[in-house]
């Protein structure tokens, strides 16, 4: 995230009680870096980190990464340019999903298109787009009025829909962009039919 070719944000990290020595890490990172703001919280999930670190954004649009995903080193500018030159208030990037013996995949015919948020919403429903609160820039008046639900395994399900319902305009390309780790062990690798039904609802 530090190297991105767009330089202009501010990065902030959430430390959410972390018992290992991440928060060090971190505030290391930050007096390297006057870009990057550091919270430290006790325990609460990722949904209430995603919220903290939420409320603490001053820029105007916002972009979630978690903490074993990646973003190509452009990303933040193509859509930056992309909501800006279109006044949107979301912009899609591909997402790229990576398991162990991942290769980067050869690059696709590129393809954009703009669409209201319920178009996007029902693109998804079909498969079309893929929605997850990471790896999207979001304008931050409109991500203000949602937060993600605390408790919930796929938090993304409960959050994104209803923002979709607010979004006037969306901007989607198919550029991989985000780069998402299927880690063995991770929450949504884990069996637990009880969470699983957190999707269903």
């Known amino acids: ?12 990290l959430v430390d959410d009680g972390s018992t290992d ?5 971190c505030d290391k990172m930050a007096e390297t870096d006057a870009r990057i703001h550091v919270i430290h919280k006790a325990n609460g ?18 972009i979630f990464v978690d903490s074993d995903d990646f973003i190509r080193e452009d990303a933040l500018e193509i859509l930056y340019k992309h909501a800006t030159e279109k006044c949107a208030d979301i912009v899609f990037g ?6 162990e013996n991942w290769q ?15 178009e996007a919403l029902k693109k998804a429903f079909l498969g079309d ?12 008046d409109v991500c203000s009025t949602h937060d993600f639900q605390v408790g919930k395994t796929y938090e993304d399900a409960f959050f994104m829909p209803p923002l979709l319902l607010d979004v006037k305009k969306a901007v989607v390309t ?6 998402y780790w299927h880690r ?3 929450i949504t690798t884990k069996c637990d039919p009880e969470k699983a039904m957190d999707i269903v609802e």
Not at 104 to 118: F, I, W
């Open 1 to 12: 995230i530090q190297g991105q070719t767009f330089s202009a944000f501010e990065i902030i």
């Open 21 to 25: 020595q991440s928060g060090r890490i």
């Open 45 to 62: 999930g990722l949904s209430d980190a995603r919220n903290a670190g939420k409320k603490a954004a001053s820029g105007q649009f916002l």
């Open 94 to 99: 591909g997402v790229c999903n990576c398991y």
């Open 104 to 118: 980067e995949p050869a690059p696709d015919q590129v393809q954009t298109y703009e669409c209201t948020g319920l």
């Open 129 to 140: 787009i893929t929605i997850t609160a990471c790896g999207e820039l979001i304008r931050a």
């Open 174 to 179: 198919n550029v991989p962009l985000y780069y």
């Open 184 to 186: 063995a062990g991770s």
